[in-house]
């Protein structure tokens, strides 16, 4: 971490041999004035504050810090000497592929708040983990429309001619034989869970048995079913167009009519006592009073019409609709009421879901809609918030496996995939919720280690399969970066820690340093791994660790190695390259912070960091290409021709080929 104070210094700087020594003592004499003040170098990046990113629909977030925004990092001067930096041109240098989805969300649910399911058109599922919102992979581009589970490993999700079940390691296509052109509209569970309930168009429900198996039910009816619950196992209600409903009791279905129901029905809800709650066309209202109807009144002069309902209890419940229609049913009334966020007061939202309050945790829940809508109930101030379909969470390293797939580690616990540089990024559902993941490699297979705070590492094979260990020499300690050196699986992290991978658990090695190591890579049985004040430790294929000699103090960030040499990057622009067995500084630019290295096939060496700054260049001959983006880059892959940087709040981007 980097206080403003040498921000600030670091700004307006000349590139000239004075100028850099200036430089080199005035930071030297910052850095030991922020460990004494306990904010020493290693520390995370800072991030953007929520009010610089709310608004900002392009998904690419301004940097700030400390409320400032850091206007001069990433200015480099145009002086000749090759450690200053030519400005280079901005224009599509990035292309924002923002993990912000925009989608007709159709569907919510959750096991609990750590574990809730968005699904929506043209197959978009999202999974919430209790930190971060981001894409499941679905194998589909039909409209999803509905979800319910019994569990974490056991989700079913609906939509146009297909039924999908996750098993909590991957999705699996259940479609009926024959059935790939109706219309599944709603899928539920009872609170007991002892069977799925599965519902669509012309009266079609089926009903999970053997855990896996659909049987048909008879209905004896051709209503568009829009929604389904079930009130217990031998209970269950449906509603749908033209105010019809059918209800299940005794092992048979049945019409019922509702009182004054004759617009379409959509949404239906049943609170833990067995009040069933139906909401409509033209803002219709109705729940069940001793097992009868009975219509209410909105008081809505829209008459919008709703979509969703979640009941808090058996006297409280929660409807939303159309343009932005917010009911609230308290004791016997239907009120209108306000969205408390501001950007989607006139969303129209299709579905909502939550869990009332239980002890000591208030109740939450989430309301999705049309083009990616959202909002999020706050059961302690009571009110209802804006919520974007977004990935937040900041993305600290990407790597290329050796079938060109890249991998991303990320805050919160994320763990993302696309099989190409070029292709969409889609959430693993890593098993350490919330932990953050720093580093990623792979494991010389088809498979791939990452590691984070606290000692955690992750290992996920080609099957998806995941093996989550806690490493005994590291616990409690950030763990940056992980390689494979020969056929060893190494980590490093704080305290100059580094671990090997032998026979199922991990083994500590001794690197002779006690700084912050904050990255490691490797080619063939060596290693090298980098960190705080210009720190950097080579490993040998006998697992011996030495330290190498670099001639700075500046914090370097990354590695990149190949068969010929490394590559090392970190504060003030610096980039050293390792030839013939020593480190060299080839590049330098006061004030540019480089969080990430890649190395293209063709030798050219890309650095990514602050305010989407890139620095490209080879031997002597380096350039800084400003690409106008101000998110923070965190790192970058390449994969073939292409080459892809990530960083804060979920940012991903495609780099110009050319460069």
Not at 611 to 639: E, R, Y
Request: negative net charge; glycine residues 14%.
């Amino acid at each position: 971490m980097t206080s403003n104070l040498e921000r600030t210094a670091a700004r307006g700087r000349k590139s000239s041999a004075s100028g850099l020594l200036n430089v080199r003592s005035l930071s030297a004499l910052l850095l030991v004035f922020g460990l004494a003040m306990g904010c020493g170098p290693g520390e995370e990046v800072e991030e953007p504050s929520d009010a610089q990113t709310a608004s900002d629909a392009s998904g690419v977030d301004g940097a700030v810090v400390d409320g400032e925004t850091a206007d001069g990092a990433g200015d480099a001067t145009t002086s000749d000497s090759k450690t200053s930096g030519d400005a280079g041109s901005a224009s599509g240098a990035l292309t924002a592929r923002s993990l912000r989805f925009s989608e007709d969300m159709k569907g919510i649910w959750g096991s609990g708040a750590d574990d809730i399911w968005w699904v929506g058109a043209e197959g978009r599922i999202l999974h919430y983990n209790g930190h971060a919102l981001a894409p499941r992979k679905s194998g589909t581009t039909k409209d999803l429309y509905s979800v319910w589970g019994r569990g974490p490993k056991d989700v079913w999700i609906v939509g146009d001619g297909i039924v999908l079940h996750y098993n909590g390691i991957k999705l699996l296509d259940r479609t009926p034989d024959g059935m790939s052109k109706t219309v599944f509209r709603s899928v539920h569970a009872p609170t007991d869970n002892s069977t799925v309930l599965i519902a669509g168009d012309d009266g079609i429900i089926f009903r999970v048995v053997k855990q896996t198996k659909l049987m048909k039910e008879t209905t004896n009816s051709s209503l568009k079913i829009r929604s389904i619950r079930a009130v217990d196992a031998g209970t269950a209600w449906a509603v749908g167009d033209k105010g019809q409903a059918l209800r299940l009791s005794g092992g048979s279905w049945s019409s019922v009519p509702l009182p004054k129901a004759n617009a379409d029905l959509h949404g239906l809800d049943v609170s833990a006592g067995g009040r069933v709650f139906t909401v409509g066309d033209g803002g219709y209202v109705a729940a069940t009073e001793s097992k009868l109807w009975k219509d209410g009144l909105t008081n809505d002069p829209k008459s919008r019409d709703l979509y969703g309902i979640w009941t808090m209890g058996d006297k409280e419940a929660w409807a939303v609709g159309k343009s932005g229609a917010l009911v609230h049913h308290i004791g016997t009334k239907w009120n209108i009421t306000d969205i408390d966020g501001t950007y989607m007061k006139t969303g129209t939202f299709r579905a909502v879901w939550g869990m009332p309050k239980s002890g000591d945790t208030a109740a939450y829940a989430f309301a999705v809609g049309d083009n990616g809508v959202g909002l999020r109930f706050d059961g302690d101030s009571q009110k209802w918030l804006d919520y974007r379909a977004e990935t937040k969470a900041h993305l600290n390293q990407v790597t290329t496996l050796p079938d060109g797939r890249l991998v991303v580690a990320g805050n919160a616990g994320l763990l993302l995939e696309a099989t190409t540089a070029t292709a969409d990024m889609v959430d693993l559902g890593a098993a350490v919720t919330g932990t953050h993941l720093r580093g990623v490699a792979p494991d010389g297979a088809k498979g791939f280690w990452a590691v984070g705070d606290g000692g955690v590492t992750v290992h996920v094979t080609d099957t998806g399969a995941q093996t989550v260990v806690v490493a005994e020499g590291a616990a409690g300690q950030r763990l940056s970066g992980v390689a494979l050196a020969g056929k060893d699986v190494v980590a490093v992290g704080h305290g100059g820690i580094a671990l090997r991978w032998d026979d199922g658990q991990w083994k500590e090695e001794t690197t002779g340093v006690q700084f912050n190591l904050t990255a490691i890579a490797a080619h063939g049985d060596t290693a090298w791994a980098v960190g705080e004040f210009g720190t950097v430790v080579r490993r040998d294929k006998g697992g011996k660790w030495s330290k190498e000699a670099t001639a700075e103090s500046f914090n370097l960030h990354r590695v990149v190695a190949w068969d010929k040499g490394a590559v090392a990057v970190g504060d003030n622009g610096l980039v050293l390259a390792r030839k013939d067995g020593k480190w060299t500084k080839v590049f330098e630019s006061p004030g540019l912070f480089l969080y990430g290295v890649a190395r293209r096939d063709n030798g050219t060496i890309i650095g990514v960091g602050w305010k989407g700054t890139l620095v490209v260049g080879a031997d002597d001959d380096w350039k800084v290409v400003d690409s106008g983006l101000p998110n923070v880059l965190l790192d970058v892959a390449t994969s073939g021709k292409d080459a892809v940087a990530i960083g804060h709040n979920g940012g991903v981007y495609q780099i110009d080929a050319s460069l």
